[in-house]
């Protein structure tokens, strides 16, 4: 008896992921839950550094001012709730300073124009097609940073908007680094606080709004079903954490795995494994650990790790950090 619809994924056969390779993740919160896998297994990986962008105009915006090397200005940030705050970035980015606020997030935009120029892979995560506007200065916004409502407008980004929003950045990261892969997913996260109806064609928007680019830009983009795996491969609530909209913990590891399967070469995978074994031994807490056993243990552990940092030059540990 088969008790669960499921997607039919193939593994890629060209523009795999490996230990090799240099992954920035863009977009929601998802793209977070699947950065800090890459990271936890030691890939080459910067996640959201202007912090969750929920939108692609949000993201279009950051990619186009560290392409265009468009800094931030002081007069651009704003103050709410004593810290200066910037709206294209996550309110994560808040600074009693706005002169140190400024210098920190064209820092930022340096690094990344830098990283983008030899960037393998770049994971876009949308999560919603609603915006903010700022009724004073007309801007969309990445983040409203508990301002009140009432100096905003919310919008709804039609097909075509998400469409030219998407090819934008293809064509700005292509400008830089032409054999640069990028894969879109939308959130498995639902925003119940547009609605029920209004996250549905929030949803559909993003999807149809990544295919169209996708049968536009047919080289080196692509496109993996996250919030598909959470809808139809996951469909219980067992899935979610307490507040019914967040995948838990089993639903991230699951997603990851098809990701893994989807988009890892064998190779990495069998890599993958040695490097959980290690990690695991660090994160391992001892009864005893003055114990000849427990030392034993940790010199062992440490040949593990050179062993394989020789073996594979992009994995470090940073055991001389500890």
Avoid at 52 to 58: C, M, V
Avoid at 59 to 79: D, G, Q, R
Avoid at 109 to 116: G, Q, R, Y
Avoid at 122 to 150: D, M
């Amino acid at each position: 008896m088969k008790l669960q619809t499921q997607l039919t994924l193939k593994k890629q056969t060209e523009k795999q992921i490996s230990y090799q390779s240099k992954i920035l993740l863009l977009g929601s919160c998802f793209s977070e839950n699947i950065g800090s896998k890459l990271h936890y297994y030691k890939f080459d990986t910067t996640i959201n550094p202007f912090g969750i962008l929920f939108h692609p105009k949000a993201i279009e915006t950051f990619i186009t001012k560290a392409i265009s090397k468009t800094e931030t200005k002081e007069s651009e940030l704003v103050f709410s709730n004593e810290f200066w705050h910037s709206f294209n970035a996550h309110s994560s980015f808040r600074n009693s300073d706005k002169t140190e606020l400024s210098k920190n997030l064209n820092l930022i935009l340096a690094d990344t124009f830098k990283e983008l120029t030899t960037t393998s892979h770049v994971v876009i995560t949308l999560g919603t097609a609603w915006v903010y506007r700022f009724l004073e200065s007309k801007q969309l916004v990445a983040n409203c940073h508990k301002i009140p409502q009432k100096n905003f407008t919310k919008e709804l980004l039609s097909i075509e908007e998400v469409t030219t929003s998407l090819q934008k950045i293809i064509s700005l990261l292509k400008s830089i680094n032409k054999d640069i892969n990028v894969i879109f997913t939308v959130s498995p996260i639902r925003h119940l606080k547009d609605g029920f109806i209004e996250n549905t064609l929030s949803k559909s928007h993003l999807i149809s709004g990544i295919h169209k680019t996708i049968n536009t830009v047919t080289k080196n983009v692509f496109y993996f079903p996250s919030y598909e795996i959470m809808m139809d491969e996951l469909r219980d609530y067992r899935f979610y954490k307490e507040d019914m909209l967040h995948p838990n913990k089993v639903a991230i590891n699951y997603i990851w795995e098809k990701f893994v399967a989807t988009w890892v070469t064998t190779s990495a995978e069998k890599t993958m494994l040695k490097v959980d074994t290690i990690q695991k031994g660090l994160i391992h807490k001892p009864f005893n650990p003055n114990s000849e056993q427990h030392q034993k243990f940790l010199k062992h552990l440490k040949a593990k790790i050179l062993e394989l940092e020789q073996e594979m030059p992009t994995i470090d540990f940073h055991l001389n950090e500890k």
